[in-house]
């Protein structure tokens, strides 16, 4: 059984610093996703990393990719108040299969 | 303007009382996914489906039914909803043919009460 753990769960941090979310997954897997979540909002699609060593950036976010450590990161820098929002990864199963598990979430709270 | 649908959007319903959430895609995307949110848990994924005809198992599938008869549309239904079925549910969609571009698109959402 696939599991997909982010940490932390809950992240506060001041404008203008930089945090790292970190998304770990117990089994081999082909693709890794980001979404963000605004409050009462549906989901909005941020990156899709489909190699080790994957590396995508967006505005003051980066993530990234290690296969071999089962290990995502969503990398903030200089933080905005706009970017508070809760953030999730999603991993598939593999072997050709679409079936996702997500992580728990990340709640941001960027604080002028 | 490429979107997913779903309807209806609220719904106060009574134990087993059979209901059914539509989802529809203007994207002409072959893959098509309910998701609950529930605090605390996340998302988890119920059914998903490849393309038509082709619907397989998520993490949590009891309780719920799909069927994908056509290519835009994607209905979740509940035979019999149970108080645990409560939730936030999401549709979403994306499309294989765009190579790594594989976003999903997630439907706004439905949130569903059962007393």
């Known amino acids: 059984e696939l599991k997909v753990e982010q940490n932390p769960l809950f992240l506060s941090m001041q404008e203008g610093k930089n945090y790292t979310i970190y998304c770990n997954y117990s089994?081999?897997?082909?693709?890794l996703y980001w979404y963000r979540q605004d409050p009462g909002k549906s989901l909005e699609s941020l990156f899709v990393?489909?190699?080790?060593?994957a590396v995508k950036q967006e505005g003051r976010l980066m993530a990234s990719l290690d296969t071999k450590a089962r290990l995502s990161t969503l990398h903030i820098t200089a933080a905005v108040h706009d970017l508070s929002a809760t953030y999730f990864c999603?991993?598939?199963?593999?072997?050709?299969?679409?079936?996702?598990?997500f992580g728990k979430g990340t709640k941001l709270s960027v604080i002028p | 303007e490429a979107q997913v649908t779903q309807n209806p959007r609220y719904l106060i319903t009574v134990t087993g009382k059979k209901l059914t959430v539509t989802c529809s895609q203007n994207m002409n995307h072959e893959y098509m996914s309910w998701y609950r949110q529930d605090p605390g848990l996340g998302l988890r994924q119920i059914y998903y489906s490849m393309n038509v005809e082709v619907t397989d198992k998520g993490d949590v599938p009891e309780g719920y039914k799909v069927s994908r008869k056509e290519k835009r549309n994607f209905p979740l239904i509940l035979e019999s909803p149970s108080p645990n079925q409560t939730s936030l549910y999401f549709c979403?969609?994306?499309?294989?043919?765009?190579?790594?571009?594989?976003?999903?698109?997630f439907g706004p959402g439905t949130r569903l009460l059962v007393l």
């Open positions: 979403a969609s994306s499309s294989f043919t765009l190579g790594p571009q594989e976003t999903q698109y």
């Open positions: 999603a991993v598939d199963s593999g072997a050709g299969s679409y079936q996702l598990t």
């Open positions: 089994t081999t897997s082909d693709r």
């Open positions: 990393l489909l190699s080790n060593g």
